[in-house]
C-alpha cells in the first residue's frame, strides 16, 4: 500500500484562522459522537479515540470540554453526516466529508468549490468505489508477526500491515476500526497511536501538471475554508507545475 493514506497532521494548521478552523471541526466532531454515542470516553470508545486525536493536534482542553458540557445539554444544533464527491482538477477523484446543519448550503458550497476550479461534483458513488474505506493504526511497534497475530485472534480482517522504520502501519476494514484497536491494546499495552483514523484511500493515483497545479490547490483552499468541511480525501500523488 505504501503509506497510501494521508496524515492529517501533514496540514496542521500554521495560523490563527486555520487553527480556529481546526478546532471549530474537532469541536463539532466532538459534539455530535458525544451526543449521539455517550459523554463518557471510557464507554464511547469514538469519542475516546476522537479527543486523543484533538490532543495530539494540539487542540485545547477548553474546546474538548466545552464541546462535551454543550452535548451534555442534549440541546443546540443538530448536525447530520453528508458525504459528496467529484472528479476534481486534472480528473483527480475526491470524496469531501461534511458535518451541516444545513445540508442545502453545504451542498452548494462544495458544488461551487468544484464549478470555479472547472471540475463537476458527482453523484454519490462516483468516485467512492474506487477508494478503500479503511481503519488506520499507525504506532512504533518492531513485531509484525506478534501483532498480526494479536489481530487474527480477534477476528479482525487484516487488508495489510506496512513496516517501515520501526513503525507499524495497520490497515483493516473501516467496520473492524473498534475491534482492531482494542485488540491491540489489551495484547500490547497503552499504546501511542501516531495514526488513529478511518479514512479514504485511494486505490490507484494520478499526477496532475501545468495550470491544473493551480486549480488543485484553489480547489483544496475553497473546500478547507469551508466550516461544515471536516475531511477531504483525494487521489492527487505529485502536482508539478
Given amino acids: 500500500m505504501g503509506r497510501a493514506y494521508q496524515n492529517r497532521k501533514e496540514s496542521m494548521a ?35 479515540s476522537l479527543i ?6 494540539q487542540v485545547p482542553t477548553h474546546v474538548i470540554e466545552k464541546a462535551i458540557e454543550k452535548a451534555k445539554g442534549g440541546a443546540g444544533e443538530d448536525f447530520a453526516r453528508a458525504r459528496y464527491e467529484g472528479f476534481g482538477p486534472g ?12 445540508p442545502n448550503r453545504t451542498y452548494g458550497d462544495v458544488r ?13 458513488g462516483s468516485v467512492s468505489h474506487s ?12 513485531d509484525e508477526e506478534a501483532v498480526l497475530e494479536a489481530l487474527m485472534e480477534a477476528d479482525v480482517d487484516v487488508t495489510d500491515i506496512e513496516n517501515e522504520d520501526g513503525k507499524l502501519s495497520v490497515f483493516a476494514p473501516h467496520t473492524d476500526y473498534f475491534k482492531a484497536k482494542q485488540a491491540l491494546i489489551e495484547a500490547f499495552g497503552d499504546i501511542d497511536f501516531e495514526v488513529d483514523e478511518i479514512q479514504f ?10 495550470d491544473d497545479v493551480a486549480l488543485f ?12 468541511v471536516q475531511a477531504v480525501y483525494h487521489n492527487v500523488e505529485n502536482a508539478n507545475s
Fill in 14 to 48: 500554521k495560523t490563527s484562522n486555520m487553527k480556529a478552523r481546526v478546532y471549530s471541526r474537532y469541536g463539532r466532531e466532538i459534539y455530535m459522537t458525544a451526543k449521539s454515542g455517550g459523554l463518557d470516553p471510557n464507554g464511547n470508545l469514538a469519542l475516546r
Fill in 52 to 57: 486523543d486525536r484533538a490532543k495530539k493536534d
Fill in 91 to 102: 480528473g483527480c477523484m475526491a470524496i469531501i466529508e461534511c458535518l451541516t446543519d444545513n
Fill in 112 to 124: 461551487q468549490a468544484f464549478t470555479k476550479t472547472k471540475t463537476k461534483i458527482g453523484t454519490e
Fill in 131 to 142: 477508494f478503500d474505506h479503511l481503519a488506520i493504526l499507525v504506532f512504533k511497534h518492531d
Fill in 201 to 210: 484511500v485511494p486505490q490507484t493515483y494520478t499526477e496532475i501538471s501545468g
Fill in 217 to 228: 490547490e484553489k480547489f483544496m483552499n475553497m473546500l478547507n475554508d469551508l466550516e461544515d
